[in-house]
């Protein structure tokens, strides 16, 4: 398998118009087969995604790597009048850390692609493509935990207000993490968080529970507004979704067996009153002040503060 893939026919004029529009963010219009970042397949044309088997997607990448031609920057075209093609095939493979391009007849691999996509069976609506893109892994026995989050998802940037059900995105969560030494719960109580330490000798309890909680994993899609749960685990900080309500009663369980962080008081000082300094008079003998601007005393000779 390798590391990365993009294998892609472009309409050329459409992917230029498109990725100008409005000074925004570039419109993908690329009819492609890809690699995501869990490393599953995922074809894509106008919009509509399909989930290809390893086995497919493979074969597929074979059958085209045999049809390819020499080796090219991979870029198709930075400006109009260097490529008179209204249509190219982009292929880049990623493997052993490097990206290699390859040229191909893009008609070519259009007919690939329809058929692939013919063979790959239904389109993936929302929560499936979510779903598929965010699978859960497998928890290991000897599994390092790093964290329990749960909290209200609130969607991907800029989701609307109204969406949300909240004047602002909820960004508060109740969570257990380690840090090196520090292991701490934090758990939201209304408009506050309380966090609490935790002792070293709780956690072959919490992992065990957390085995527990991972034997029936949750579902990655979530609607807005609505709780999420997850823990994360080894070096790679890998993501398990739970189910939000098991996830809480977890947390709410360390909770319980450890100690409440009470904040610092700050101590307050208590400094002398300032005493406001009579400037008509005189700081030493107390004689008149013959003007405001008189700088000396006519009867001491001190100057005025």
Same mark, same amino acid.
């Given at each position: 398998? &390798? ?9 050329v ?8 529009? #409005? *000074? ?10 890809? !690699?995501l ?14 989930? $290809? ?10 059958? $085209? ?6 080796? /090219?920057?991979? #870029? ?9 093609? @209204?249509? $190219? ?11 290699? &391009? ?6 070519? =691999? ?5 058929? =692939? ?5 239904v ?17 290991p026995e ?7 989050? /749960? ?15 909240? &004047? ?15 292991? !701490? ?9 309380? !966090?609490?330490? $935790? ?25 807005? *507004? ?7 685990? *080894?070096?790679n @900080? ?32 208590? @400094?002398p ?9 005189? /700081? ?22």
């Amino acid at each position: 398998m &390798y590391e990365y893939v993009y294998i892609a026919y472009r309409d050329v004029y459409k992917y230029l118009n498109d990725s100008g529009k #409005f *000074g925004g963010n570039p419109v993908n219009t690329d009819f492609r087969l890809t !690699t995501l970042a869990c490393g599953r397949y995922l074809l894509t044309c106008e919009l509509s995604n399909y989930a $290809v088997a390893d086995d497919a997607a493979e074969k597929f990448i074979s059958d $085209v790597l045999e049809k390819c031609g020499e080796k /090219h920057r991979g #870029f198709y075209p930075e400006v109009p009048p260097q490529d008179t093609r @209204d249509s $190219v095939a982009v292929v880049e493979i990623q493997e052993s850390g490097k990206n290699f &391009y390859y040229d191909m007849d893009a008609e070519v =691999l259009h007919k690939m692609l329809e058929d =692939l996509k013919t063979g790959s069976g239904v389109q993936l609506d929302q929560r499936g493509l979510i779903n598929y893109s965010y699978p859960n892994p497998e928890l290991p026995e000897d599994f390092v935990l790093n964290s329990i989050t /749960h909290q209200i998802y609130h969607g991907p940037d800029n989701t609307p207000v109204s969406v949300i059900k909240a &004047y602002e995105p909820d960004k508060r969560t109740s969570r257990f993490q380690i840090s090196g030494d520090d292991i !701490t719960v934090s758990i939201r109580d209304g408009d506050d968080t309380k !966090t609490y330490d $935790v002792p070293a000798d709780l956690i072959p309890d919490i992992r065990d529970k957390v085995k527990e909680l991972c034997k029936e994993p949750a579902e990655a899609y979530v609607d807005a *507004g609505d709780w999420e749960s997850f823990i994360r685990f *080894g070096k790679n @900080d890998e993501r398990i979704f739970t189910d939000p309500d098991k996830t809480k009663a977890l947390l709410d369980y360390i909770a319980s067996r450890s100690t409440l962080r009470i904040p610092p008081v700050t101590e307050v000082k208590n @400094d002398p009153p300032v005493i406001p300094v009579d400037t008509s008079r005189c /700081h030493i003998c107390g004689a008149p002040r013959y003007s405001e601007t008189s700088k000396f005393c006519t009867e001491c000779g001190v100057e005025f503060k």
